[in-house]
């Protein structure tokens, strides 16, 4: 990662560890057909079965990090969005992500202001 995308994760962004999926239910694997797909909700959401964050449609706009329980890179974007605020332009995004290491999800999101 660069130097810049540590200093936004040390800074900005918020990690939560759980044992079960908090951006969507409990049986994503079965739910969704696909390991990512655009849901348009209040906000524009990509989930799925799993995807490897270096395949998701976000990649260039969130920095995807590792599993914020175990640092494995075995992780799976489950749920990601990325928005502009219409009124301010801060940028603010959320994802997802199930480690097949440590079998636990992590919820991380970052608000520019
Ligand atoms: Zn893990």
């Known amino acids: 990662m660069s130097?810049?995308?540590l200093d936004i994760m040390?800074?900005?962004?918020?990690?939560t560890v759980t044992e079960k999926p908090q951006l969507?239910?409990?049986?994503?694997?079965t739910l969704y057909t696909e390991g990512c797909a655009l849901f348009s909700e209040f906000q524009d959401w990509y989930k799925g079965s799993g995807i490897a964050a270096?395949?998701?449609?976000?990649k260039d706009f969130i920095p995807f990090a590792d599993c914020g329980?175990?640092?494995?890179?075995?992780?799976?974007?489950?749920?990601a969005q990325h928005?502009?605020?219409p009124h301010s332009g801060d940028e603010y995004w959320d994802y997802e992500l199930h480690?097949?290491?440590?079998e636990q999800?992590?919820?991380?999101?970052?608000?520019e202001n």
Do not use: G, W
């Open 69 to 79: 329980n175990c640092d494995s890179t075995r992780v799976e974007v489950i749920a």
């Open 99 to 102: 480690c097949s290491n440590c």
């Open 24 to 29: 969507v239910s409990e049986d994503y694997k």
């Open 54 to 58: 270096a395949n998701h449609p976000l």
């Open 83 to 85: 928005s502009i605020h």
């Open 3 to 5: 130097d810049k995308v």
């Open 105 to 111: 999800f992590t919820q991380r999101s970052f608000s």
């Open 10 to 15: 040390d800074s900005m962004a918020q990690d």
